[in-house]
């Protein structure tokens, strides 16, 4: 991989970490200058935009990585299809997908208003398997691999299934409310996601090859296996037995079709963090902070108890990472994205820290 000079080394960390045998160490990203994002911020200025050229898209993810290929910390250079994260599992069903650019991190996300009226509309939505959507799927992924060999990966991306699916289907208030008004309907949509779901995930792993025998993941740079990034996140606003009544069964379910998968929590989805850890087949787990909530790296002992081996991966701001590795405090078996730049140079001593560095218990 050009832009990792160093890869074979990074992977022999990252299987450790995903195979819960490091936590006596950590793992570390790091920010650099990116030029690829000020000019992204300078294309798209306007809040919303068209379905955009992927070969211009494979383009900027060369242009972001290229930059990154002297670092020398964790990370793995990946591509990743944002066109898709949400938007095509509805598209895929008749949904008007739209798209939002975002300048922070150069991403062109996709979401679709509901689709359906009333329940009694779902027996009509379209197939999904020979659609526009479909077929722009699959031409974006010929256009990423090819634009990434020999140089960076194509990450794996968001699954819309479950509850999420619903979402896209109804709306997330009336989701809710279907529950209990319409459950048959709502069984009936999640088996559809699973459909929709697996047929989108198959299509990327056979056309995506694997990484030295793994997934590459924006979530968790890599993983060994076939591995999905799954979503959970209509249960970050109920209780934990709505989890195991809804949620547990269809996630578990598409775990078990690939080699398991990864799983993010936002912080108002930080009760169900021993439920989702009980998982059968969990990877690793991205803890995200979010307006309202303490960052996940000031509670991290919290979560180190709550589940003792499990991986996760969670930002912090460089100032607190430097005085944790000063110290000796930083909590082990987790990746951390080190928030705030500096230069390649500073960057790469501060990586001979991290693979040094072995904590205190």
């Not at 027996?123 to 020979?130: Q, V």
């Amino acid at each position: 991989m050009r832009y990792k000079p160093e890869l074979d080394a990074v992977l022999e960390g990252l299987c450790a970490l995903y195979s819960r045998r490091a936590l006596d160490r950590i793992f570390a990203s790091f920010e650099v200058p990116s030029p690829a994002l000020q000019r992204f911020a300078a294309q798209y200025s306007e809040p919303f935009c068209e379905y955009p050229d992927p070969h211009q898209r494979i383009r900027f993810w060369d242009d972001l990585l290229s930059a990154r290929a002297a670092l020398e910390d964790d990370s793995v250079p990946v591509a990743y299809l944002s066109e898709f994260d949400q938007g095509l599992y509805g598209g895929l069903v008749g949904g008007d997908v739209r798209f939002m650019p975002h300048p922070e991190n150069g991403w062109i996300s996709s979401m679709v208003p509901p689709l359906l009226a009333a329940w009694s509309e779902f027996p009509e939505l379209r197939g999904y398997d020979h659609t526009l959507w479909f077929d722009r799927y699959r031409r974006q992924l010929e256009i990423f691999v090819e634009g990434a060999r020999g140089k960076f990966g194509v990450s794996h991306f968001i699954l819309i299934d479950g509850l999420n699916f619903v979402f896209e289907l109804v709306g997330a208030t009336r989701t809710y409310t279907s529950l209990f008004e319409a459950p048959e309907s709502v069984r009936a949509a999640i088996d559809l996601a699973f459909e929709v779901n697996r047929k989108v995930q198959h299509t990327f792993f056979e056309a995506v090859p694997l990484t030295a025998g793994g997934t590459c993941s924006n979530m968790t740079q890599w993983v060994p296996g076939r591995v999905i990034s799954e979503s959970v996140d209509p249960f970050h606003m109920t209780s934990v037995d709505y989890f195991e009544q809804w949620g547990r069964a269809p996630v578990q379910r598409i775990f078990d079709e690939f080699d398991g998968g990864v799983l993010h929590l936002h912080g108002n989805g930080r009760h169900l963090l021993e439920a989702v850890a009980s998982l059968r087949g969990l990877k690793g787990l991205f803890l995200g902070d979010d307006r309202g909530y303490p960052p996940a790296f000031e509670i991290l002992p919290e979560f180190r108890k709550r589940a003792p081996d499990l991986p996760f991966v969670l930002q912090v701001p460089l100032d607190a990472f430097l005085e944790g590795i000063r110290r000796n405090t930083l909590t082990g078996g987790v990746f951390y994205k080190v928030q705030g730049e500096m230069s390649v140079d500073d960057a790469n001593r501060l990586a001979a820290k991290v693979r040094a560095y072995r904590t205190l218990s």
